[in-house]
């Protein structure tokens, strides 16, 4: 069964510019979690969707937006990028919404 | 609410060396608890875990038990070697509450001298 899938791997983008980041979950699996990990500030939750709807969100600023489409993928997208936005964004699925989860290999974001 | 917490990193062994990384949670509900691993480049992968109270998980020789009583699953390995040098994250989840979301802790990092 393939795993969890992130694209694209490595972005650089520019101060004010938007990105949106994208994950295929495993199949079958239906809840999607991003993470965001920097070495500052560690793993720190930015959303879950489960079955197309927000369930969870963490303490972000409404710049980091998500969704979920019916086939279970998922993208995040960050508007007007600031510098301390880089960071690797990590995109989990899992079965069911709190199962354990199963991580992708992440997009690692630059904002030069 | 919920929390986990992990010993300070990072943690620095020789190869062959005896292993424990603390863990302890707090948890109104029935939590099922979680190591997970991060290679350096990598995603989290999941590496052991434990869903109700004196249940032991193991993966790869390490080894967590579910502790009740002291609310803790510290993460034991009897002998390290050097590709065991990566982050390491304990996290909890508890299925009861509705509005719960998987919690981790911040990370401690292995390092694992030949």
Known sequence: KAGVTQTPRYLIKTRGQQVTLSCSPISGHRSVS??????GQGLQFLFEYFSETQRNKGNFPGRFSGRQFSNS???????????GDSALYLCASSLWTK?????GPGTRLTVT | GNSVTQM???VTLSEEAFLTINCTYTATGYPSLFWYVQYPGEGLQLLLKATKADDKGSNKGFEATYRKE???FHLEKGSVQVSDSAVYFCALSDLRNRDDKIIFGKGTRLHILP
């Open chain 1, 99 to 103: 199962y354990e989860q199963y991580f």
């Open chain 1, 73 to 83: 993928r998922s993208e995040m997208n960050v508007s007007t990028l600031e510098l």
């Open chain 2, 8 to 10: 300070e990193g990072p």
């Open chain 2, 70 to 72: 002291t609310t803790s």
């Open chain 1, 34 to 39: 991003w993470y965001q990990q920097t070495p």
